[in-house]
């Protein structure tokens, strides 16, 4: 047998028939760039993750970008945010202007350490920017409650948790505003780039709508420079089909981690993320700790079992962010996470049969 790490052919091949009007109504009637379908899929969307606003735009990085810039993160401020992120999480902070500080994470659910948040602000931090790694959101009341206290902005990067709740409330409704991905392995996946940012802030929506088409309020009228960052007609269409089965798929997806769990349990060297009771994780990536695991890792591909590493350095190791001066040793808990995860195959459609193969596959391999 051979397990995928994710099959979106399948999916798509059942969808296949809705995609296909939806391509075919936006080519014949040549509406590309803006119009119904991106209005009704912000409405759905926003109405999906309990804001008042969602404003559709070219990527979880530009959304990421516009949400700092419109919440008033600028040049010569600090964004704190953790080091085992997906690079885009500090892109965004240093292309809005800022400077990212990173905050090592908790062990056990690979989210930001709250505790160690307060050592990290100076008079120059922003905004705090807690990232729902895999799908499970950072213990956001204990955030935002700093962030009152501290006068700080929080900007959710919620890429990877559509559908993710925390205390009953969604992903991406919690801080001031909120970053989606649409890339298309995403819970939420375009057929292409797509991205959007939820917020109940009429200001920072309105900036945001702003920044993706050219600071423009209306044609050719600019009240700043902003960017080329809107969210095309034709991915709009195909993400509200997608949207629709959302919350059926992030079910599909908890129900076969609580099998991985259940067979899992016991297997000796092998942990799980931990799963608060507060958190109820969207599972994007179903993530395991184990010694040793780059042979595990060989050992699964030979038997037929995809994998995957989410992620194999650290920010703070990147050459890309040499110039900050940081080594092996400051951020040990994000550092030894990175030698340990090991991401298993996760998607909806994955079948009883394929999980037990996996598991069986790595008590062999172990
Ligand atoms: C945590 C995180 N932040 C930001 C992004 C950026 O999203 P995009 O690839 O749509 O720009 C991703 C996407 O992989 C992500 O996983």
Redesign the pocket.
């Known amino acids: 047998m051979s397990v995928p790490f994710l099959d979106l052919k399948t999916q798509h091949a059942e969808l296949y028939p809705e995609i296909e009007k939806v391509v075919r109504e936006a080519v014949l009637n040549a509406a590309f760039i803006g119009g119904a379908s991106v209005n009704e899929f912000e409405k759905e969307f926003a109405a999906f993750c309990g804001t008042a606003h969602s404003v559709g735009v070219g ?4 959304a ?1 970008r516009f949400a700092l810039t419109a919440c008033g993160v600028k040049s010569g401020d600090e964004v704190i945010t953790v080091p085992n ?2 690079i ?2 500090t892109e965004a902070i240093t292309q809005a202007g800022a400077a990212p500080v990173f905050v090592d994470i908790d062990p056990g659910t690979f989210n930001i350490d709250v505790d160690r948040i307060e050592e990290k602000i100076t008079p120059k931090t922003k905004a705090i920017v807690p ?1 729902h ?1 895999y799908g499970q959101c950072a213990d956001m009341d204990r955030i935002l409650a700093i962030a009152k206290r501290r006068g700080l902005k929080v900007v959710e ?1 919620a ?2 948790a559509h559908g993710a709740t925390y205390r009953g409330k969604m992903a991406g409704s919690m801080g001031d505003a909120a ?1 989606f ?3 298309p392995g995403k819970n939420l996946g375009a057929c292409g ?1 797509g ?1 959007a940012i939820t917020t109940s802030d009429d200001g920072v929506a309105a900036h945001s709508r702003m920044l993706r088409d050219h600071g423009q309020i209306k044609k050719y009228y600019h009240s700043i420079e902003g960017y080329n960052g809107r969210l095309d007609a034709i991915q709009a269409g195909i993400l509200r089909v997608k949207l629709k089965r959302l919350g059926g798929w992030v079910k599909s997806r908890r129900k076969n981690a609580a099998l991985y769990k259940d067979l899992l349990a016991g297997v000796e060297g092998i942990s799980v993320q931990h799963e608060p009771d507060w958190a109820e994780n969207a599972y994007h990536l179903f993530v395991i700790r184990v010694k040793g695991r780059d042979v595990l890792q060989e050992r699964l591909s030979g038997m037929g079992v995809a994998t995957a590493l989410h992620y194999p350095v650290p920010l703070h190791l990147q050459d890309a962010y040499r110039h900050m001066g940081l080594r092996k040793g400051d951020f040990p808990v994000s550092e030894a996470a990175a030698e340990e995860i090991l991401s298993l195959p996760m998607f909806p459609e994955l079948t009883e049969e394929q999980i037990r193969y996996v598991v069986e596959s790595i008590k062999k391999a172990l």
């Open positions: 990527s979880g990085t530009d990421l992120t997906f885009a999480t990232v790694l990067d890429c990877q970053a991905s649409f890339y780039e991205g």
